[in-house]
């Protein structure tokens, strides 16, 4: 993971890139967070029913109050965005809530209401199979989503075999309306070439898949090409890795213990 962020463009450098179990603060924060957060407003988060599903009886406690733990990932380091796709929007709503509900509880100014920040294009990216589902790694199906990993022939192949259907592209979004799987590909081609989905059907209107989806690999490829190639870099040397990552979480720790000494503080526990 911690390549595959470098490879995309993080660079430690300007970035605090670590290991969340190396910094303790967080499940510290976390704890005296479950004091603030309510019951009410776990039970109403999306994913916890997504996961749970008809055994929420049957679910662990760490399952039910990991948004608290989320919630401290982001109050800890005074966050003002966190950047997201639509479905985490709820989770960024909740921290708020915890954030407000502690400062007022406690009359402190401790912790920072941060925003939601999600993209103004390809904010929410669907499986290659199936235009109403997400693009996720744990879907049981590999051609259901395009690997960091995948060399470029396989990159190819799973947007040639990604499910569409019989019909041209349209000339303009409104009749993408009703045809999930063309809007996928519509939005992922708009988000690589930096350009509005509109623009893309302008150029591509009355073309069927077959001359799109080419067009689509091909982009797709080079795009990724040179973030394969930083990616198989930084695997063949993980002793790089992990310097890096020692060295984020001692900074990690160093900018998040005001915050947490300041909680301690409102609780009266220091």
């Keep these: 993971m911690a390549a595959a962020l470098i490879a995309c463009g993080v660079d430690p450098e300007r970035s605090v890139l670590f290991n ?17 957060a ?44 966190v ?43 669907m499986s290659l199979r199936d235009g109403s589902a997400k693009m996720s790694k744990s879907d049981p199906s590999d051609m259901s989503r395009v690997n960091l990993t995948d060399d470029s022939d396989m990159v190819a192949q799973k947007i040639r075999k990604a499910k569409t259907d019989p019909e041209p592209l349209p000339a303009s979004m409104e009749e993408l309306g009703g045809r999930p799987e063309a809007l996928n590909l519509v939005t992922i081609y708009a988000a690589l070439s930096d350009s509005a989905p509109q623009s893309v059907l302008d150029r591509f209107a009355g073309q069927g898949f077959g001359a799109f989806k080419p067009a689509l690999a091909e982009l797709l490829v080079e795009t990724l090409r040179p973030v394969k190639a930083r990616l198989d870099e930084l695997g063949a040397h993980p002793d790089e890795l992990d310097r890096i990552l020692q060295r984020g979480s001692e900074r990690a720790a160093q900018m998040g213990r005001p915050t947490l000494d300041g909680a ?4 009266g526990l220091r």
């Design 264 to 267: 301690y503080r409102a609780l």
């Design 83 to 125: 950047p997201v796709g639509e479905d985490q929007k709820q989770h960024v709503e909740l921290i708020r809530d915890i954030a407000a509900k502690f400062n007022t509880d406690y009359n402190v100014e401790l912790f920072t209401l941060p925003e939601a920040h999600i993209g103004a294009t390809a904010a929410r990216i």
């Design 38 to 81: 309510r019951i009410g407003w776990l039970n109403r988060m999306t994913q916890f029913k997504e996961k749970s599903g008809k055994n929420r009886e049957g679910s662990s406690v760490g399952l039910f109050t990991y948004p608290v733990l989320q919630a401290a990932d982001v109050l800890l380091y005074q966050a003002t965005h």
């Design 20 to 36: 969340q179990a190396q910094v303790p603060a967080h499940p510290e924060l976390a704890w005296l967070l479950n004091g603030t």
